[in-house]
T-cell receptor, first 114, second 109 residues
Framework: DAGITQSPRYKITETGRQVTLMCHQTWSHSYMFWYRQDLGHGLRLIYY???????DKGEVPDGYVVSRSKTENFPLTLESATRSQTSVYFCASSPRDRVTYEQYFGPGTRLTVT | GIQVEQSPPDLILQEGANSTLRCNFSDSVNNLQWFHQNPWGQLINLFY???GTKQNGRLSATTVATERYSLLYISSSQTTDSGVYFC???????????FGTGTKLQVIP
């Protein structure tokens, strides 16, 4: 039972480069989320998706693009990376069952933009 | 938006001691979760507890939604309990998850 995985786990890129962070879950959860974690800000929601082909902005979406062509995958793309996007990125998923909104987190990707 | 405050911000315990972490929120919430972020950065689900009391081994949690707070109890603390504890709440729409600022716990032998 792999659960939710993220790749790469560590990434160093240069300013202006495009970079894609991958998220894959094996539970068939409908909802998926991307967060970034920075010192002094805690975890902040970037984008979320309620189902395949349905995405919406969270608190800090600028500079990021998401897509969700398949239920199990939710990639996050930084189209032109900036130093302010240096952060730890967490993907999460949650079942469609509206009795519970429990979220399950991946291991995170540490991204450094030089 | 909703404000989520956790206290204390930092806590140092001797191994074997008990502790209570608090999460206050400024508005009514639909859901509440407690997480433990271990020293390696992994976020681990502890409790999904929009109301009531739950227990899991040495940990238990209580949420009093009407008074807008939740408590996490850690008994007989161990060094592996070290890390940061977050509460996260849903308010309004399902996507509006707000995390608290966290309590950093260090358990020393």
């Amino acid at each position: 039972d792999a659960g939710i995985t993220q790749s790469p786990r560590y990434k160093i890129t240069e300013t202006g480069r495009q970079v894609t962070l991958m998220c894959h879950q094996t539970w068939s959860h409908s909802y998926m989320f991307w967060y970034r974690q920075d010192l002094g800000h805690g975890l902040r929601l970037i984008y979320y998706s309620a189902a395949a082909d349905i995405t919406d902005k969270g608190e800090v979406p600028d500079g990021y693009v998401v897509s969700r062509s398949k239920t199990e995958n939710f990639p996050l793309t930084l189209e032109s990376a900036t130093r302010s996007q240096t952060s730890v990125y967490f993907c999460a998923s949650s079942p469609r069952d509206r009795v519970t909104y429990e979220q399950y987190f991946g291991p995170g990707t540490r991204l450094t933009v030089t | 938006g909703i404000q989520v405050e956790q206290s204390p911000p930092d806590l140092i315990l001797q191994e074997g001691a008990n502790s209570t972490l608090r999460c206050n929120f400024s508005d009514s919430v639909n859901n509440l979760q407690w997480f433990h972020q271990n020293p390696w950065g992994q976020l681990i689900n502890l409790f999904y507890i929009p109301s009531g009391t739950k227990q899991n081994g040495r940990l238990s949690a209580t949420t009093v939604a009407t008074e807008r707070y939740s408590l996490l109890y850690i008994s007989s603390s161990q060094t592996t309990d070290s890390g940061v504890y977050f509460c996260a709440v849903n308010s309004g729409g399902y996507q509006k998850v707000t995390f608290g600022t966290g309590t950093k716990l260090q358990v020393i032998p």
